[in-house]
């Protein structure tokens, strides 16, 4: 069973840079599965930021793509999001997902991440 | 992109079926078979609960189908139970290689 556990900052400040990283357990970073983060506003619906494959192919939400970066760390099996420009807008409850196929079937448990001074 | 159309609230007693639009374009649910619907109870991680239009996860309730017609796709929840109540979301691959996300459903049971 894939497992998956976000970690980073929770408070970020305006115009700062967020930084987060998902460890994957019960599957190598490198298998055919692909790496997605998902977010969600407090009170919101969901928002899909972009995905990775273990081969380092990314493809990003259009609306995010000039600020955000996801990268895979093999030696650690786990991947990565930095997002940065940041506004009071991106305050949401990141989740990192796992996809077998045109899906996250594999959710980890979510961080808040408030973006204030 | 745009998120996909879902209406804002669903209702339904108990034992009922209710059913949930999602309307996207012919560049998303219109192109392909990759829809996906996602259950999310208050405070919890969204659950994947029907992948490529109509899929189940193995050992997930056969009370959740879904189905797609056009631009649109529908989750219907049949024999509708207490612990149904939960916010809904609709996916789809897009040709831009990208995913959207449905606007959300809640769902009430009466």
């Known amino acids: 069973q894939v497992q998956l556990q976000e970690s980073g900052p929770g408070l970020v400040e305006p115009s700062g840079t967020l930084s987060l990283t998902c460890a994957v357990s019960?599957?190598?970073?490198?298998?055919?599965?692909?790496w997605s983060w998902v977010r969600q506003p407090p009170g919101k619906g969901l928002e899909w930021i972009g995905e990775?494959?273990?081969?380092?192919?990314?493809l990003y939400n259009p609306s995010l793509k000039s600020r955000v970066t996801i990268s895979i760390d093999k030696s650690k099996n786990m991947f990565s999001l930095t997002l940065n420009s940041l506004t009071a807008a991106d305050t949401a409850v990141y989740y990192c997902?796992?996809?077998?196929?045109?899906?996250?079937?594999?959710w980890g448990q979510g961080t808040l991440v408030t973006v204030s001074s | 992109q745009s998120a996909l159309t879902q209406p804002a609230s669903v209702s339904g007693s108990p034992g009922q079926s209710i059913t949930i639009s999602c309307t996207g374009t012919?560049?998303?649910?219109?192109?392909?078979?990759?829809v996906s619907w996602y259950q999310q109870h208050p405070g919890r991680v969204p659950k994947l609960i029907i992948y490529d239009v109509s899929e189940r996860p193995s050992g997930d309730s056969n009370r959740f189908s879904g189905s797609k017609s056009g631009n649109t796709a529908s989750l219907t929840i049949s024999g509708l139970q207490a612990e149904d109540e939960a916010d809904y979301y609709c996916s789809s691959y897009s040709s831009s290689r990208t995913y959207v996300f449905g606007s959300g459903t809640k769902v009430t049971v009466l």
């Open positions: 019960g599957d190598s970073i490198i298998s055919e599965n692909r």
């Open positions: 997902g796992g996809q077998s196929g045109w899906f996250v079937d594999y």
């Open positions: 012919s560049s998303d649910i219109g192109r392909y078979k990759f």
């Open positions: 990775i494959y273990h081969r380092g192919n990314t």
